[in-house]
């Protein structure tokens, strides 16, 4: 083992024969990849971690469950023996994966049972951060998106907000992507016509 | 069912290039307000890039140091959980050759009657445990020398042994594939 590849191992690591340090720390977690460095991470970070955030709390409503499955998002993506490294594969190939992580986090939550499903949170979820400065796209989209189904709200993000592909969709949340086609086909003329109503509605209230 | 329009793909790229409405031409403003397909589209990109605009502002995201330190400490519990696991292995099948001697022994002294079960049968035991002992060791000796095999005293632990050392053996060689 070379001089820096050993300062790079963790302390607890020399406590353990190398068949296990080495190889528990692989494979069993599977990050001790050399081309996710700490910087390299870091980078990354600082560019797909915003993006994430919006697309989880757009997608569940919810900010502060947001901040859990984000971190915990990149938590998994850090120990995923199949992650895409960041110098191989590039920094697309990551941050699709990461969003198929949060995704799948989005899934397993909403399958949890619990007190209140997604459509019932009251609508001060929505108003959390800025009550005082709600822009015009807060008050169109966020009604709007709340009649929406969770996975029409995570397809259109993606497509609209994010500007992936209908492949990029797919992969992310786990469908083909002619399903893809037609699913965000059907959730963009419900969105429209819900826009359009919520836009009426406001301009009723204002006139 | 999938009707789209023709104009679809320029109108997404000039919305994605910023260049939507100022710098593109008005024939294709004119389309927009007359075509549903390309109406709708306006409306909900507009919509969602300003929500996005808002929600990147929004974010509060961790040190990314916070997040490799939790990596880290999931990693070395699943390798701490990894290294544990063979020994809870070994630790089952040892049990299990000491119960199943035990059963052998028991099985064994059965057949000489219940009188082992008493105080006595033990202290004469132990009394002359340094005699019998040495004979069996002898006989074993004895037995060695004329190459007519070993004693089942000494077969069935280094065959335990064996076993145990095999099977810790096999394990970890799977485990490893």
């Not at chain 1, 108003?127 to 259109?156: C, F, N, S, W, Y």
């Amino acid at each position: 083992m070379a001089p820096t590849e050993k300062r790079a191992r963790m302390s607890w690591e020399f406590a353990l024969p190398d068949t296990w340090a080495g190889g528990a720390a692989d494979a069993a977690a599977g990050a001790c990849d050399p081309a996710m460095e700490n910087e390299a991470f870091a980078a990354f970070y600082s560019r797909s971690s915003r993006p994430l955030w919006a697309y989880l709390a757009r997608s569940s409503a919810d900010p502060a469950l947001a901040d859990d499955l984000m971190q915990e998002s990149y938590v998994r993506f850090l120990c995923a023996a199949g992650a895409p490294a960041l110098a191989t594969d590039g920094e697309a190939a990551a941050r699709l994966y990461l969003f198929r992580i949060a995704t799948n986090l989005l899934r397993d939550y909403w399958r949890r049972p619990r007190a209140a499903t997604i459509e019932e949170i009251p609508e001060e979820f929505f108003a959390v951060r800025g009550q005082a400065a709600q822009t015009d796209a807060q008050i169109l989209l966020e009604p709007a998106m709340r009649q929406m189904k969770p996975r029409e709200r995570q397809m259109l993000w993606l497509a609209h907000a994010e500007g992936y592909s209908h492949r990029e969709i797919a992969k992310v949340m786990g469908l083909n992507a002619a399903s893809v086609r037609l699913l965000l086909f059907r959730a963009r003329r419900k969105i429209a016509a819900l826009l359009r109503a919520c836009a009426a509605d406001a301009d009723g209230r204002l006139s | 069912m999938l009707t789209s329009c023709r104009h679809e793909n320029e109108l997404r790229q000039l919305m994605a290039r910023g260049q939507w409405p100022d710098a593109c031409p008005p024939e294709l403003r004119a389309h927009v307000s007359g075509c549903r397909t390309c109406g709708d589209l306006v409306l909900i990109s507009e919509a969602f890039q300003h929500a996005r605009v808002e929600s990147l502002a929004a974010a509060r995201p961790v040190p990314p140091a916070v997040l490799l330190w939790r990596a880290q400490l999931r990693r070395r519990n699943a390798a701490v959980e990894r290294i544990g696991r063979p020994l809870l292995g070994a630790q089952i099948f040892a049990c299990a050759v000491a119960l199943f001697a035990a059963a052998g022994f028991a099985g064994f002294e059965a057949r000489n009657g219940v009188a082992w079960l008493t105080l006595s049968y033990w202290h004469d035991w132990f009394v002359q445990l340094p005699q019998a002992a040495a004979a069996q060791w002898a006989s074993l000796s004895a037995g060695s020398q004329a190459g007519s095999g070993w004693s089942w005293l000494v077969l069935l632990p280094a065959l335990a042994t064996l076993l145990l050392l095999g099977s810790v053996a096999v394990y970890l060689a799977t485990d490893k594939q």
